[in-house]
């Protein structure tokens, strides 16, 4: 009987031992927990920029081409002359002491007294007098000097020509007091007559108005933001002429005479009239 209880018992651990096994078999495995993928990051808009104003139209634009670089040409020749000549004309005290250091006084003695007659005379106090360029006579000694001239009234410079002649080195008036008076811009807003003569940089552009039966050119004087268009009637000799003078990127340095035209809108218009030179200051002037 004993040996009948001990099988019994062992009957009975072993079963409980396999129900424990198979209860712990059927038990779910956890599932990891998972994410969600990650969702790229949102675009950000730019804001569309304000489109400019659009340009008066009778003021001229930048030129469709930048300007290529001037040559560098051969050294300057530094004397001390003609600037010390070019300086004693500035500081003169008025137009009569200054007309010795110009040149051809007795052309321009009548010609500078009415003009001073009506425009502020006196001396001059440059900011500062700088040589740009220097011309050599046949026998390689120079005689012809520009400099580039600051002024409390043009604080950017303009150019300033000083010739060798007899009686020593002399200013070219005539353009001295068209760049550092402002003839051009004054001519151009309506003061003056409406007709006159201008030392010009001229470039072909694209961006004139239209105006029937004519072509526009830019024209700059030596001084900034002062450009305005000039017409000149399509396909005439001065047109050619004018073509010829310039290029892309490439200003030519004409003398224009022009003539100013009331517009139907109430602005101004320039005509170029007549090519007078295609240097401002020729070799042998």
């Known amino acids: 009987m004993s040996i009948a209880l001990a099988a019994t018992t062992g009957l009975i651990i072993g079963y409980?031992?396999?129900c424990t096994k198979a209860q712990t078999a059927k038990?779910?495995?956890?599932?990891?927990?998972?994410?969600?993928?990650?969702?790229p990051a949102p675009k950000l808009v730019e804001p569309v920029p304000e489109?400019?104003?659009?340009?008066d139209p009778e003021l001229a634009a930048a030129p469709d081409k930048p300007d290529e670089p001037a040559d560098e040409g051969p050294p300057?020749?530094?004397l001390a002359a003609p600037e010390a000549a070019l300086k004693a004309f500035l500081l003169a005290p008025d137009w009569h002491a200054r007309l010795k250091h110009v040149a051809n006084p007795e052309e321009m003695a009548e010609v500078m007294k009415g003009y001073y007659a009506e425009e502020h005379d006196g001396p001059i106090n440059p900011l500062s007098v700088a040589v740009q360029e220097s011309r050599d006579d046949s026998a390689g000694v120079p005689d012809f000097y520009i400099y580039l001239v600051t002024t409390g009234q043009a604080p950017e410079g303009f150019p300033v020509a000083v010739m060798n002649r007899e009686g020593g080195w002399k200013v070219d008036w005539g353009s001295f007091v068209e760049f550092h008076d402002d003839h051009f811009s004054r001519f151009a807003g309506g003061q003056a007559g409406d007709k006159g003569a201008f030392h010009l940089l001229v470039r072909i552009t694209n961006f004139a108005p239209k105006?029937?039966?004519f072509t526009a050119f830019r024209l700059d004087p030596p001084l900034p933001d002062r450009d305005r268009y000039g017409f000149v009637p399509t396909g005439s000799e001065l047109h050619?002429?004018?073509k010829k003078s310039t290029d892309w990127g490439k200003p030519g340095h004409a003398v224009l005479r022009l003539m100013r035209h009331p517009g139907e809108d109430g602005k101004n218009w320039l005509e170029i009239t007549e090519l007078l030179a295609t240097e401002w200051w020729p070799e042998n002037p």
Do not use: F, V, Y
């Open 16 to 18: 409980l031992i396999g």
């Open 27 to 39: 038990e779910p495995i956890a599932k990891a927990k998972t994410h969600p993928p990650s969702q």
């Open 51 to 55: 489109l400019p104003a659009p340009p």
């Open 76 to 78: 300057l020749k530094i």
């Open 211 to 213: 105006r029937e039966g």
């Open 240 to 242: 050619e002429m004018l």
